[in-house]
């Protein structure tokens, strides 16, 4: 088995992890899960929700997102700010790709690759991130279904 053959299993259990730790979310509209791993180890994780000692709802009576709702990655990058360690050089897996707002935070916390397995309708966020270099890996739901 080739390194890059490993890297895919690797990248597929992180993302299956990712999508596992999504289910955490009390988003009723979509659920995002998110892993920051570095050194083979995961160093933070994260879901879509509302801010610590806020109630869990995502969803206003008209169904729509209320605004302080944190991303999934947003909250990994923050866990991972409150703990000893450092994002520089990790990977992200996440579910859903990230928007402009998550991109910045990624560059910031000076991740070097993203892993992803649904496109947003939205890529601006993914554009910002190549832009600034960030290696970004889409492995598709219906791929990962299949292995």
Not at 29 to 36: E, P
Not at 37 to 44: F, L, W
Request: proline share 2%.
């Amino acid at each position: 088995m080739s390194n890059n053959d490993k890297q895919v299993k690797i990248d597929l259990r992180y993302l299956e992890m990712a999508r596992i730790w999504a289910t955490n979310s009390y988003c009723k509209r979509r659920q995002v899960g998110a892993l920051l791993v570095k050194d083979k180890m995961i160093i933070s994780d994260g879901y879509n929700g509302t801010p610590s000692g806020f109630e869990n709802k995502c969803e206003d009576e008209n169904n729509s997102t209320k605004p302080y709702v944190l991303h999934a990655e947003a909250n990994a990058i923050t866990k991972v700010a409150k703990s000893n360690n450092s994002s520089e050089g990790s990977t992200l897996y996440i579910t859903t790709s990230p928007c402009i707002e998550c991109a910045k935070l990624i560059i910031q916390a000076g991740i070097s690759r993203v892993v992803f397995s649904e496109k947003y309708r939205i890529t601006d966020g993914l554009d910002l991130l190549e832009r600034a270099g960030i290696e970004l890996i889409h492995i598709s739901e219906r791929i990962n279904e299949v292995i």
